[in-house]
């Protein structure tokens, strides 16, 4: 039972990332559209606007120089790129937030779930607690695909765009949020699953893990999502 609840919160964690990014897109006025493992929004508007300026103002903006549409340019610029960001974060955002809404419940409710075992709630609380795990898969995903393939980038995701517009090194926020990950994942796991099914839990999130990440990136996503 665990492998088929593990496979299917794979494919809402999934999309309710997506739907994240989403969010964000929308509140900023942009149109969006839902793919099975990624979104999209149409920022084309605003990016051909500064492409005339650009195209107009080459030489004086490669050289900053002034001209008439500087402002304008500058403004459109930032735009361009805090929305980008706003956008990329939002996915994240929903991801940890969602564990952390999880984590919580688990955390209020741990007397009970001690003396009373989990009941329907707090086993939500359990699969939602442990959207963290997108994570620790991201960065264990991205270092063993580079060792494989040899690309020369350890790290990927939003998480390492996140930190290269912060500033920091491609690395920063997917170690630190794949190490916190880790330890939700470890206090949930051992502190909250009982002993006497707690090999299974873990085995079934592995294998229903890995397998719902195949079934929807391989058959079932490419197909209701294109």
Known sequence: MFIFVFILFTV????????GHIIAAESLGYDTSLHYGSMRYDNSELSN????????NEHEIENNLPYEQKEAF???MEKFKSDDFLILIGGPIQTILTGCIGLLILVIRRKKIKRNGLNTIDWLAVFLSL?????????????????????G???GGD??????????SSGSLPIIL????LG???????????????????????????????????????????
């Not at 809402?12 to 739907?19: A, N, P, V």
């Not at 794949?178 to 990950?181: L, N, V």
């Open 12 to 19: 809402i964690g999934t999309i309710s990332h997506e739907f």
């Open 74 to 76: 500058e403004r459109g």
């Open 159 to 168: 998480e390492m765009y996140i930190s290269e517009y912060l500033g920091l």
């Open 178 to 181: 794949g190490f916190i990950g």
């Open 153 to 155: 980038i350890y790290f």
């Open 131 to 151: 959207f963290w795990l997108r994570e620790v898969f991201n960065l264990v995903h991205s270092i063993i695909y580079n060792i494989v393939f040899q690309e």
């Open 184 to 226: 939700v994942s470890c206090y949930v796991i051992f502190k909250i699953i009982s002993k006497n099914i707690r090999s299974t839990f873990i085995l079934s999130g592995i294998t229903g893990g890995i397998a719902g990440f195949l079934i929807w990136f391989e058959i079932l996503g490419p197909v209701l999502l294109p």
């Open 49 to 56: 606007k500064l492409d005339v300026i650009y195209i107009e």
